[in-house]
């Protein structure tokens, strides 16, 4: 066991902390919070809505991330870790992780005195979907698979899958196997497949952005992506893409 230093923080906007949870399997995990700068009873709905941010590949929830995100009136900012940095690509562990993490969160509001929990109280239908790089990827499965929760989706410099990142095909074996067995093997992971599920991204106000520079995802994921939203809304304008001159694949205002 690694020695860590502990430091607390008051409770107050933009203060990030970090609590930890009981994940689906037992193991205990921790996820990082910022609460929202104003309280979620003067809101119009009475409770916070949830910004739930993805991080990229190699990068710790862990408070650096945060800082990347303005705290905002009447919602929370929840930044799971997946599990681990890479995230598993934000498919299996590291998706039910977020899901316990956001319920954990919602449930027991750690950190929130009982006398003010009533005022910060969470209602887990309302997420905005933002995740940067391999959480971009995340955030376009998980706008595609979960939309009924979305109020609105970021995708920052995401993928549309592994296979379209990392092409299966430059691989050796895929020299060597029947095309029916790769179909079947396909099909065992084409859940994750997020163009494939882009008719349930209909209707969600969607802002997808990325570096002109990035020499990381290739930008033509995120416009494909929205080109195909676009046909199934039949409006070519439904997702806002959005092109940020002389930034490559990272920049510290991404979510600013």
């Known amino acids: 066991i690694r020695d860590r230093s502990l430091s607390c923080v008051s409770f107050r906007s933009p203060n990030a902390y970090s609590f930890t949870f009981y994940d689906y399997d037992d193991t205990v995990?921790?996820?990082?919070?910022?609460?929202?700068?104003?309280?979620?009873?003067?809101?119009?709905?009475g409770k916070c809505s949830v910004i739930l941010a993805l991080h990229g590949a190699g990068v710790e929830a862990r408070f650096g991330f945060a800082e990347a995100f303005n705290s905002q009136p009447g919602s929370w900012l929840l930044l799971p870790t997946g599990r681990k940095p890479w995230g598993y690509d934000w498919h299996g562990p590291s998706r039910f992780n977020t899901f316990e993490a956001l319920n954990f969160l919602a449930d027991n509001l750690p950190g929130v005195l009982e006398i003010d929990k009533n005022s910060y109280l969470i209602d887990r239908s309302r997420i905005l979907y933002a995740g940067h790089s391999m959480g971009g990827a995340g955030i376009w499965m998980m706008t595609s698979h979960y939309p009924d929760l979305a109020l609105a989706s970021t995708p920052e410099a995401g993928f549309i899958s592994i296979e379209?990142?990392?092409?299966?095909?430059?691989?050796?074996?895929?020299?060597?196997?029947?095309?029916?067995?790769?179909?079947i093997l396909q099909s065992s992971i084409v859940e994750y497949d997020s163009d494939l599920y882009a008719p349930n991204m209909v209707g969600i106000p969607m802002l997808a952005r990325y570096g002109a520079l990035d020499d990381n995802v290739p930008p033509w994921n995120t416009r494909r992506n929205?080109?195909?939203?676009?046909?199934?809304?039949?409006?070519?304008?439904?997702v806002k893409v959005v092109e940020v001159a002389g930034q490559g694949h990272w920049w510290n205002t991404a979510f600013n």
């Open 29 to 45: 995990q921790y996820a990082v919070a910022v609460p929202p700068s104003s309280k979620c009873t003067l809101t119009t709905v």
């Open 164 to 183: 379209k990142y990392v092409p299966y095909t430059l691989r050796v074996s895929s020299s060597h196997i029947d095309y029916i067995m790769e179909g």
């Open 226 to 238: 929205a080109r195909i939203i676009d046909e199934h809304s039949n409006n070519k304008t439904a």
